[in-house]
């Protein structure tokens, strides 16, 4: 075995690197930052890789969505179409610019926000796509969540022909919540009825009665594929959407429990014509007050164009 060595202001240093066995034994220095390369590496590139499969995934569920789509059926919405409904929902239809505009058979919408999953919690930056059809109500929710640097969560919460699913991945990779049954059929079911309010011909669907509570303020009853569920759409004077509440099934020490929720409309803006809320705080409204756990913007959004993934 060979060594070099070099006197350096009264120190050792190691300048040759040395053999043994026909093998080459590196300064511990340099193997520190090999492994740190490597780690590096894995960290930069396996993460795009699960990405990138996470997303094909969610690719199916939205061609799935969008299989059966059939525009030639649709129709352009006048007055006459809405004459049976409540006042209230008239008057939010009339002033959402519908009328004269296709009925919305399908949306494809982006969103940013932040969530949080306690009150008083750090929150975490997100992004998301959502894609819904109304003549077969459903949708695909897909998320990404910053929950720390270097570490996000993908998501995908899923309505399809009456059955409602959740899958959360850290790094797209590892599962932390896969959720499917009877409280997620419902859960996602009133969710579509809350999430209505961005395309609101919707209102107009034969699944979906209408009942008048006062002036500024209606119920509305969905039923798809058995299930049944309720909620109440408040409103200002103008037609505007105040907020959404209804009763939602929440995990909570591993139990789901049927809860208020809902959302409060904070700001409206038009997209392709058509007057909708553009800023949501999504909430539970709890004995002890209001956990506001969402806050969202949509920031794109299409009707009608069944394409896919943006």
């Known amino acids: 075995m060979d060594k070099g060595f070099l006197m350096q ?17 590196l300064p511990t220095g340099t193997l520190l930052i090999m492994i740190i390369a490597v780690i590096l590496f894995v960290l930069a590139v396996i993460p795009r890789i699960t990405k990138d499969l996470f997303l094909k995934d969610a690719e199916k569920n939205v061609k799935r969505l969008y299989k059966d789509f059939n525009k030639e059926n649709t129709k352009i919405i006048d007055k006459e179409d809405l004459k049976d409904l409540p006042y209230p929902v008239q008057n939010w239809l ?4 519908v009328i004269g505009k296709e009925e919305i058979v399908t949306v494809r919408l982006k969103q940013e926000g932040r969530m949080r999953t306690k009150k008083n919690g750090p929150w975490m930056s997100t ?3 959502q894609y819904f059809t109304v003549n077969q109500p459903g949708f695909v929710w897909i998320a990404d969540v910053k929950m720390a640097p270097f570490i996000h969560l993908s998501g995908i919460d899923t309505y399809h022909a009456g059955k409602g699913k959740m899958k959360i991945k850290v790094l797209s990779l590892i599962p932390v919540v896969d959720a ?20 609101p011909t919707a209102a107009l669907s034969p699944n979906i009665k209408w009942e008048k509570i006062d002036q500024n303020s209606a119920s509305a009853t969905m039923e798809n ?3 049944s569920i309720s909620g109440i ?5 103008n ?16 139990q789901y429990i049927l809860s208020d929720w809902g959302g409060i409309n904070k700001e409206y803006k038009e997209f392709e014509g058509i007057r909708i ?5 999504v909430t539970w409204f709890e004995e002890d007050g209001e956990f506001n756990w969402f806050e969202i913007e949509i920031t794109e959004m299409q009707y009608n164009v069944p394409q896919g993934r943006f």
């Open 94 to 97: 009339l002033h959402s610019n």
């Open 225 to 227: 594929n058995g299930v």
């Open 233 to 237: 759409f408040h409103f200002n004077e």
């Open 180 to 199: 499917k049954g009877p409280e997620m059929n419902s859960s996602t079911m009133m969710r579509y009825l809350a999430e209505m309010m961005w395309f």
């Open 127 to 129: 992004k998301a796509e």
């Open 239 to 254: 037609g505007d959407i105040l907020r959404f509440i209804g009763k939602r099934f929440r995990e909570m020490n591993g």
């Open 277 to 281: 809320p553009s800023k949501t705080e």
């Open 9 to 25: 202001n009264g120190e050792t240093i190691v300048t040759v690197n040395i053999h043994k066995k026909g093998r080459l034994l």
